[in-house]
Each structure stands twice: as C-alpha cells, then as structure tokens.
C-alpha cells in the first residue's frame, strides 16, 4: 500500500508539473531552439544565461537574476555565457574579464562591481592596463589575473561564446536558455517585470524537469 500511494504521488506531482507547464504558449513566453542543445551537465536543469557586461539591460536585470539564482533547487545548475556579437573591442574586452574572473573563481563575486564600475562609475577600461589596476584594486591577483586574461585559451573561450549564442538561436542579451530547449529573452525592465519574467523561466524548469522524468 505504501509503495502506491508513493507512485500515486510522484503520478500527482508529474500532474501539476505538466499543468503548470500547458499555458506556456511558443513564440509568446519562450521561443524552442530546434534542434536542442546538448548541455554541460544531463542530470540536472541547466539554465543559461547569454549576458554582457557591456549591456545596460543585463545591469538591470542582474540584482533580481541573482536573488533568484540563489533560490534555485538543488536539480537546477545555472551557467553564464558572455557574448561578443560582434559589437567591437568594448564588448570582446569585457567578455575576456567574465571569462577571466570566472577561471580564477572571482565571476560571482565581483560581478556586481564590474557592472556597477562600467554603468554607474564610467569606469575608463579601454586598455588592458586599467583593466588589471581595477582588478588588483579590487583584491585581485595581478599576475595571476594578468596571465589569464591575456591566454589564448581564454580568447577561445570567447569565440566560442558566440558560436553557443548562434546555436541556441540568441539575438539579443540578457537571454536566458531553459535546458538547451527553451529561450526566453528578457525585456527591459521599464514595467519592473523582471520576477513576473523569471516566473515564467521557473514554468519553463518544471517543463523540462518534467520532460526529463519522461525519458
């Protein structure tokens, strides 16, 4: 008896998942990358987001994405992707300092200020220089920093990011990428929508966290 009432319940929460998912409508709340991305982790939700330091809407949007972040389930990995789109040298510099504070395991931490030094400060980065003089202001390590953000290795990091932009189908930043299946970009947030547009992101988990207990 226990064991059926067990499979009654998971049948239950299979339910819900599959009825919080049937309003989401393609094309209005999330546009299908066809064919599906593979993912970096196949036992879990891989959510992604394609941002820039260098776009304003990704430093709106940034405060809201981290406090949901960090209430994501244990089933859910979030990842970042900092893109180029051939925007120019502002936007290639920038996606080298994700890209090197991330290999040095500073992304998450510093993230904030990188933002908040290009959007608020006006902070002058067009040289490298000045680039490692705010990072070793900011209790980074120089050199190590420095060897990093200059290797071959982090420049096809780079060149790679926009080859997954253009393989999941994304035009604009911030997007964030639901399992290698779902895209949903994200608006400005003029209308302080930016929960209500998670709220919708959090639907899409549950599609595909149902999608995957089907296989």
Not at 160 to 180: F, I, K, Y
Request: glycine residues 4%.
């Amino acid at each position: 008896m226990a064991r059926l009432h067990g499979l009654w319940a998971a049948a239950l929460v299979l339910c819900a998942l599959a009825a919080s998912a049937q309003d989401l409508q393609a094309g209005r709340d999330y546009d299908p990358i066809a064919p599906a991305q593979p993912t970096s982790d196949a036992s879990k939700v891989v959510v992604t987001e394609f941002f820039s330091y260098a776009c304003p809407h990704c430093f709106s949007f940034n405060p809201t994405l981290t406090i949901w972040e960090n209430k994501l389930p244990k089933d859910v990995r979030f990842e970042r992707v900092a893109v180029v789109f051939g925007k120019g040298a502002t936007w290639q510099k920038l996606a080298q300092v994700f890209y090197a504070l991330n290999a040095i395991g500073k992304a998450e931490q510093l993230s904030p200020a990188v933002f908040g030094a290009i959007h608020v400060e006006g902070a002058d980065w067009q040289t490298d220089a000045k680039i490692i003089d705010w990072m070793a202001a900011h209790d980074v390590n120089r050199n190590e920093f420095t060897a990093v953000f200059n290797s071959l290795s982090l420049r096809a990091l780079v060149a790679n990011a926009d080859q997954l932009a253009t393989a999941h189908e994304v035009r604009s930043v911030p997007t964030l990428v639901v399992d290698g299946k779902y895209a949903r970009q994200i608006s400005d947030n003029a209308n302080g929508d930016f929960p209500q547009q998670l709220a919708i992101v959090d639907r899409l988990i549950d599609k595909a966290r149902a999608e995957k207990k089907q296989h």
